[in-house]
């Protein structure tokens, strides 16, 4: 660890807080990308898992999407059937990393829907998940992905566009 001498102690400090910064290079980016896979697909699965009981939807599922989750332009049926589904096998591909930029979009307009029309006040946790869930969409799922290996992703980010200023 090398401190500028001489300068001042703004300097010194500004230095200082480089090189702390600097440490996070360290940080594997496979394990970055595998972490904000898995801990959002968690969530969804475990939710998943609450709305069966083996292979059949529970009444109460059914329920809570006709009078907690109602959604405008669906009917609670199709919802409920749908959402089951979807928490099922979306965070079963994005854990493996198999379509994976696909299954985090699936997954990020849950959350966007479960925001805006079921929960709007949990924004703060609905942001994690999307925090997540974005940084498979625009970086990709990594090497320790099944995409990796099949070739299906090329681990690039997305291109950012240029805004005219």
Same mark, same amino acid.
């Given at each position: 660890?090398?401190?500028?001498?001489? $300068?001042?102690?703004?300097?010194?400090?500004? *230095?200082?807080?480089?090189?702390?910064?600097?440490? =996070?290079?360290?940080?594997?980016? *496979?394990?970055?990308?595998?972490?904000?896979?898995?801990?959002?697909?968690?969530?969804?699965?475990?939710? =998943?898992?609450?709305?069966?009981?083996?292979? $059949?939807?529970? *009444? $109460?599922?059914?329920?809570?999407?006709?009078? @907690?989750?109602?959604?405008?332009?669906?009917?609670?049926?199709?919802?409920?059937?749908?959402?089951?589904?979807? &928490?099922?096998?979306?965070? @079963?591909?994005?854990?493996?990393?198999?379509?994976?930029?696909?299954?985090?979009?699936?997954?990020?307009?849950?959350?966007? @829907?479960?925001?805006?029309?079921?929960?709007? &006040?949990?924004?703060?946790?609905?942001?994690?998940?999307? =925090?997540?869930?974005?940084?498979?969409?625009?970086?990709?799922?990594?090497?320790?992905?099944? *995409?990796?290996?099949?070739?299906?992703?090329?681990?690039? =980010?997305?291109?950012?566009?240029? $805004?005219?200023?």
């Amino acid at each position: 660890m090398t401190i500028s001498t001489g $300068s001042t102690p703004r300097h010194r400090i500004r *230095d200082l807080i480089r090189q702390a910064n600097g440490m =996070a290079r360290f940080i594997p980016q *496979d394990l970055v990308t595998l972490a904000a896979r898995v801990f959002p697909a968690m969530v969804f699965w475990q939710s =998943a898992r609450t709305k069966v009981d083996g292979f $059949s939807i529970k *009444d $109460s599922t059914y329920f809570l999407f006709e009078h @907690v989750y109602a959604l405008p332009m669906i009917p609670p049926a199709q919802a409920a059937v749908l959402a089951t589904i979807a &928490e099922h096998v979306l965070p @079963v591909l994005l854990i493996l990393g198999l379509f994976a930029r696909f299954s985090a979009l699936g997954l990020l307009l849950m959350t966007a @829907v479960i925001q805006i029309f079921v929960f709007p &006040e949990a924004w703060v946790t609905h942001g994690l998940w999307a =925090a997540a869930l974005l940084v498979t969409l625009v970086h990709g799922p990594g090497r320790l992905s099944l *995409d990796y290996p099949l070739k299906l992703d090329t681990g690039k =980010a997305i291109a950012s566009r240029e $805004s005219p200023m």
